[in-house]
Every structure is written in structure tokens, then in C-alpha cells.
């Protein structure tokens, strides 16, 4: 399981988690179906977000990149699921995204000049952590402090899948709650992962998200 298929994965998932979101009614068993399968997308996103940050050769690229469609974004994703231009309560993900690579490129950079105080890192780690859960929380970011946490749980347990795993149920069973519990099964995919890039769809992913957010919305808009 290579970067590509787990992208694609995450891709599939969260399209159909949004085709459910807009169009199913809520209290149908298809709704739950669809909801249920697309809560495997932010996890794996979560999961690549760190990979991109361990092996991309320019963070400042890619933070500039996940910044520039956080913007790009925001109004097809405001006009899919509000129907309004930049209805302000609710931030696409990519924000969550953004901030949650800024904090763990903040905490690398603490831990690489404070290597041996761990204490003063430790603490560092952690009052970053909680401003940035904050600013996610005020700006109303998709998963908002709880994206930002499994950021950071993925950040700093990258190498035991069995804590990220743990941290990931704590996470959605006590935070997120309903039907996001069901997000753990997103550890089977990346359970598989062979740390490979295989084909590289960077800017197809970063192009399909607002590109199927504007043809939701105006499908929502033109034909319902």
C-alpha cells in the first residue's frame, strides 16, 4: 500500500461521505452507509499530512500549497454544504490540514534547538499545541482541536501504528463522538503501508477537493 492508493482511498472516501452529507436525508440507512465509509478519509489525510512533512524537501512549499486551497476552497465548500458565499462558522479542512502542518513543522524546529532539555521541548511541544487547538477551534475548522490533535498523536508516535491507533479511538470516542468512532478502520489501510510514493496525484488531490465541492454545489444549486 503506496502513497497513491491511500490517497485515492482518502479521495473515495470523503466523496462519498459529501454525496451523502448534500444529498441523502439524514435519517435513511444510506446516509448512515456512506457517512460511516467516508469517515475513513480524514484519518488517512492526517496520516499522509505527516508522511509529506517527514519526506517533502521544502516544507515552506507545502505549507504555501495547502494555504493557497484552503483559500481557493472555502467558497465552493461554504456553497456545497451552506449554500452561501463564505458563510463563516465552518472552515474547510484544508485549514485543519494547514494548521496542523504548521504546528508539527513549529514543534520540529523545538525539538531540534532544544534537544537536550527535553523538558523545556516537552513543554514548548505542549503550549504550542494547545494555541493551536485553540486557534482551530476559533476559526471553526473541520475536526477543529480534535484535527489537531490526531495531527499531533501521528506527529509524535509515527512509528508505533499501535498507539497512533489508540490515540485515534481515544480521539473520536470521547471528542468526536456518533459515528466517528468508526474512523479507526482507517488504520487498516495505512496498517499496509510500505512507505512508498508510487504515482505521483499531488495536484490532482489538491485540485479535486474544491473542484468537487463546485460541482456539488452546483448540482445542489441547478438541479434540486
Known sequence: MNTFYLKLIAIITMLIDHIAAVFVPSDTLLWLIMRSIGRLAFPIFVFLIVEGFHHTSDVKKYLMRLGAFALISEIPF????????????????????????????????????????????????????????????????????????????????????????????????????????????????????????????KFV?????????IIIALIKIFLL
Open 78 to 201: 461554504d456553497l456545497a454544504f451552506y449554500g452561501k458565499v463564505l458563510e463563516g462558522t465552518h472552515q474547510n479542512v484544508f485549514f485543519t490540514l494547514f494548521l496542523g502542518l504548521l504546528l508539527i513543522t513549529l514543534m520540529s524546529l523545538v525539538e531540534k534547538k532544544f534537544q537536550k532539555k527535553v523538558f523545556v521541548s516537552n513543554l514548548l511541544d505542549g503550549l504550542l499545541t494547545l494555541a493551536f487547538c485553540t486557534i482551530a477551534l476559533l476559526l471553526r475548522t473541520d475536526y477543529n482541536f480534535a484535527g489537531i490533535l490526531l495531527i499531533v498523536a501521528f506527529y509524535l508516535f509515527r512509528g508505533s501504528k499501535p498507539i497512533i491507533t489508540l490515540a485515534l479511538v481515544i480521539v473520536t470516542a470521547t471528542i468526536l463522538g456518533s459515528i466517528n468512532i468508526l474512523a479507526t478502520f482507517a488504520m487498516i489501510p495505512i496498517a499496509f503501508y510500505n512507505g512508498q510514493k508510487g504515482k505521483n496525484i
Open 205 to 213: 488531490f489538491y485540485i479535486f477537493y474544491p473542484a468537487h465541492l
